[in-house]
């Protein structure tokens, strides 16, 4: 099959379904692979070919919007002023199937123009039946505010330029094909998500569990890191090293490329600091995993048996916290009103949740996984 996937410009977004393309590359299909051009070295060793547009999504150096519906704008932008580039690509080399990531907005509207399913990987949970009613409380001023009404008129004209007669809030939330990359126990809801989502789990990339470039020290790790998007936080990363500097900890600390490492000032012996770390290998050697609760880093840390300490930024990231509370496999902080002391004792006491994670550990791997997700997506075609 030529099989097209359509990703987001966010390595959050890229690395859940990667070792899935790089699968459907090992048996033989050939896969197109749009993203915007500054990741393209990200997706090229799986073996693409990578249809490259440029991307107006925040890099490492940019931030997000605080709004939740102003954020949401961005990925529908993105997908506007990209959809030209697409179809111009596209039209010519039609696939057999389109895969795409949540904020790979153009898939769903590109599978219509050719006639071809269109399978959503998603990262994250997804809606379940009730779930606008449910979620009233959050969603209703979001889609009733000024930035929520523009959205939906813009994404409402979109989809009619391309003879698409549907409500957008419809659209985005129930995809006609999906695939979670996730844990079930990680679904909210589960029992109620429609026959049209398949839960294969965590597809881990066999590439970046083979990294080594970062040896584990002969002590208990605490790994601390929030993530791509919202990890400008200097003044946390330093009350981090106060409290767990000169300790029985050896503490690494993943700044991102916002935050500059001088700032953080001198290092205690016990505690390092990096750009970025191989997180799949330091997963795999940590007692505790300080994070700000993104689904990507939630389900490593289950697939790894790590209890968390989750300290929540934004959009999903506090219902995955509450979720990992909920499971047993972790302690739930706010981020404005973390101290030292609190900090020391979630810590402590997400220690004591090590056989619990273990437990969920072995139930998370029994999905199926890598090969799972690469059978199902096959089948589409059938």
Same mark, same amino acid.
């Given at each position: 099959m030529h099989i097209a996937m359509i990703g987001t410009t966010a390595p959050s977004h890229i690395y859940p379904s990667l070792a899935v393309i790089a699968e459907l590359v090992r048996r033989g299909h050939r896969v197109t692979y749009a993203v915007g051009d500054s990741l393209r070295h990200l997706v090229e060793p799986a073996g693409v070919e990578v249809v490259p547009f440029s991307s107006i999504l925040p890099d490492g150096e940019g931030s997000w919007p605080d709004d939740p519906a102003a954020a949401m704008q961005v990925f529908l932008d993105e997908a506007i002023a990209s959809y030209p580039v697409l179809t111009a690509f596209y039209d010519d080399d039609q696939p057999d199937l389109f895969l795409y990531d949540i904020g790979g907005m153009t898939a769903?509207?590109?599978? /219509?123009?050719?006639g071809v399913t269109a399978v959503q990987l998603?990262?994250?949970? /997804? +809606?379940? %039946?009730?779930? *606008?009613?449910?979620?009233? %409380? *959050?969603?209703?001023?979001?889609?009733?505010? /000024?930035?929520?009404? +523009?959205?939906?008129?813009?994404?409402?004209?979109?989809?009619?330029?391309? %003879?698409? %007669? +549907?409500?957008?809030?419809?659209?985005?939330?129930?995809p006609k094909h999906c695939l979670s990359l996730i844990p079930r126990v990680m679904q909210p809801h589960a029992d109620r998500v429609a026959d049209t989502v398949r839960f294969v789990g965590p597809c881990l990339d066999p590439v970046r569990l083979s990294d080594r470039s970062w040896t584990a020290p002969d002590a208990p790790i605490l790994y601390i890191s929030f993530g791509t998007g919202y990890n400008e936080r200097p003044e946390f990363y330093r009350l981090c090293i106060e409290t767990f500097g000169n300790t029985d900890w050896h503490v690494v600390i993943s700044i991102g490329r916002r935050v500059d490492p001088a700032v953080l000032g001198a290092l205690p012996a016990n505690v390092e600091v990096h750009e970025h770390v191989p997180q799949l290998v330091v997963l795999d050697a940590a007692t505790v995993f300080i994070t700000h609760a993104g689904m990507g880093g939630c389900t490593e840390a289950l697939w790894f048996g790590v209890p968390t300490v989750a300290i929540p930024q934004a959009v999903d990231q506090f219902g995955n916290a509450a979720m990992l509370a909920e499971l047993g496999v972790g302690v739930h902080l706010d981020f404005e009103k973390v101290t030292a002391t609190s900090l020391a004792d979630a810590v402590s006491e997400a220690r004591r949740l090590s056989t619990r994670a273990t437990a969920v550990s072995t139930e998370v791997r029994a999905h199926g996984g890598l090969e799972q997700a690469a059978d199902a997506i096959e089948v589409f075609r059938r």
């Open positions: 769903p509207v590109l599978g /219509v123009r050719y998603s990262p994250t949970y /997804v +809606a379940w %039946d009730g779930y *606008a009613e449910d979620l009233s %409380d *959050a969603l209703t001023p979001m889609r009733e505010s /000024v930035t929520g009404l +523009a959205y939906h008129a813009c994404y409402t004209t979109w989809l009619q330029d391309n %003879d698409i %007669d +549907a409500d957008p809030w419809e659209w985005i939330t129930y």
